[in-house]
């Protein structure tokens, strides 16, 4: 395949001269000389293991050259790469003033090429950029039409410095993002010598991906970093702790727990974080990340009531009380703190749980029920459907099946769905809203 890119910096060299070791011939496009000089004398003008080798051998077998010419780049491809710079502005903005300038120039050139051409953005922008902002001008300066007389696609990067090489062909996986997921293209054979799972997704969701994991990572760091502060003040190796912490993939590395919804409660999560937050204030250590989980988990239901109060209506129903799916205990329940702070608006309220009948209840949740909020035990429902007719606002707290088909009824009802009970959003009732979807 003959394949341009646009961008000699760290990540479009890489790539170039990876494809290029697999036999495609690469044109590399940059404005710097310097650059271009480094590679048609087999240098690589990036700092990275194995590049210089990598460099000379696919320039010394004619696969790779570097030019200046961007006329001669596009007329002698079919796919271009565009892989510059995304810097910040002094504000925290992307600066697109160089995909912007790339994107113009490759439309001008494309207004007179015979033949369809495949374009991949793979610098980091943020959600929107490729289809309100590349497109645009693509077409505007080419006078052509995306997905008619030309192709454009959003293909995130994951290569870290100092084993790019490494990682460019033993990523995690490969993901494209397309306008049509459904169809196939010639980037899906370009890729075809990878082995990894390759995923096509929505242009919008395949850049926020690179977000999610760039700010997971710093996550990461950051609270390994926090947690090793506060170890150290208590004379605890946090290094051991971690590397135990680390063993657990069924928990802790892993996805649980990383599926946007509603707030956490019960016995466990809440208590221990405010503990870690009250001793790490003690020990003087300023844990900016743990001390804000909490605040963080309390915005959820924030955000449920703004949803609720904008509805203008005062009916309503709630499915599930209990802090978690297949369990009656509501110790910490975010649901309970809706449905009391409901309440305390002047809103009428109807619950159902099937797990939390009072009847049923005995033992530490019987009692708390009686003591903390008897109000909320003479609001409860026997049936789904006393909820349903009594409402005109349903709250979905439990992915529980007796409730599922609730959000895929049409009727007038609004519903409001904080646990996703239905995965295909096309199939859910007129008027639905999801909590973080």
């Known amino acids: 395949m003959k394949i341009s890119?646009?961008?000699?910096?760290?990540?479009?060299?890489?790539?170039a001269a990876c494809f290029a070791d697999q036999g495609h011939d690469l044109i590399g496009v940059d404005?710097?000389?310097?650059?271009?000089?480094?590679?048609?004398?087999?240098?690589?003008?990036?700092?990275?293991?194995?590049m210089d080798e990598l460099i000379a051998r696919v320039v010394e077998n004619g696969k790779m050259v570097a030019t200046m010419d961007t006329k001669k780049a596009i007329n002698e491809s079919e796919?271009?790469?565009?892989?510059?710079?995304?810097?910040?502005?002094?504000?925290?903005?992307?600066?697109?003033?160089?995909?912007?300038?790339v994107a113009a120039k490759i439309g001008s050139l494309l207004a007179n090429k015979d033949g369809f051409h495949i374009i991949a953005l793979r610098s980091t922008v943020l959600p929107g950029t490729t289809e309100d902002f590349l497109i645009p001008i693509l077409e505007q300066s080419s006078g052509k039409k995306v997905y008619v007389d030309f192709d454009v696609y959003y293909n995130p990067e994951f290569l870290r410095e100092g084993s790019s090489i490494e990682d460019f062909y033993n990523p995690p996986f490969t993901v494209m993002g397309t306008h049509d997921p459904s169809a196939s293209s010639r980037l899906d054979e370009l890729y075809a010598f990878i082995d990894a799972p390759f995923f096509k997704s929505s242009i919008k969701a395949a850049?926020?991906?690179?977000?999610?994991?760039?700010?997971?990572?710093g996550l990461k760091v950051a609270f390994a970093n926090e947690v090793g502060m506060i170890c150290k003040r208590l004379g605890v190796d946090s290094h051991e702790v971690m590397d135990l912490f680390c063993?657990?993939?069924?928990?802790?590395?892993?996805?649980?727990?990383?599926?946007?919804?509603?707030?956490?409660?019960?016995?466990?999560?809440p208590k221990d974080i405010r503990a870690?937050?009250?001793?790490?204030?003690?020990?003087?250590?300023?844990?900016?990340?743990?001390n804000t989980i909490l605040p963080s988990n309390q915005n959820?239901?924030?955000?449920?009531?703004?949803?609720?109060?904008?509805?203008?209506?005062?009916?309503?129903?709630?499915?599930?009380?209990?802090?978690?799916?297949?369990?009656?205990?509501?110790?910490?329940?975010?649901?309970?703190?809706?449905?009391?702070?409901?309440?305390?608006?002047?809103?009428?309220?109807?619950?159902?749980?099937?797990?939390?009948?009072?009847?049923?209840?005995?033992?530490?949740?019987?009692?708390?029920?009686?003591?903390?909020?008897?109000?909320?035990?003479?609001?409860?429902?026997?049936?789904?459907?006393?909820?349903?007719?009594?409402?005109?606002?349903?709250?979905?707290?439990?992915?529980?099946?007796?409730?599922?088909?609730?959000?895929?009824m049409d009727s007038d009802k609004i519903i409001i769905d904080l646990v996703r009970i239905v995965d295909d959003l096309s199939e859910t009732g007129g008027n639905y809203e999801g909590l973080c979807w």
């Open 247 to 269: 063993m657990d993939d069924r928990l802790n590395l892993s996805s649980y727990y990383l599926k946007p919804g509603f707030a956490f409660g019960g016995a466990c999560l």
């Open 300 to 408: 959820q239901i924030e955000e449920t009531l703004r949803l609720i109060y904008a509805t203008k209506k005062k009916r309503v129903g709630l499915l599930g009380l209990a802090f978690k799916a297949g369990t009656d205990d509501m110790r910490e329940s975010p649901l309970v703190t809706l449905a009391e702070t409901l309440l305390g608006k002047g809103f009428e309220l109807k619950i159902y749980d099937k797990n939390v009948s009072l009847a049923r209840l005995t033992g530490a949740n019987k009692a708390y029920i009686e003591k903390e909020i008897p109000h909320i035990g003479n609001l409860l429902a026997t049936t789904v459907d006393e909820v349903f007719n009594f409402s005109d606002v349903i709250v979905l707290g439990s992915k529980d099946p007796d409730i599922e088909y609730i959000a895929t």
């Open 31 to 50: 404005i710097n000389e310097s650059k271009i000089e480094f590679i048609n004398s087999g240098k690589s003008p990036v700092i990275e293991d194995g």
């Open 276 to 290: 870690l937050n009250y001793k790490s204030k003690m020990l003087d250590c300023d844990s900016k990340i743990i």
């Open 5 to 15: 890119v646009f961008g000699m910096g760290y990540v479009g060299c890489v790539t």
């Open 79 to 101: 796919v271009t790469l565009i892989t510059v710079g995304t810097p910040s502005k002094e504000n925290g903005d992307l600066d697109l003033t160089y995909v912007e300038r």
């Open 207 to 217: 850049e926020m991906l690179k977000y999610v994991n760039n700010c997971f990572h």
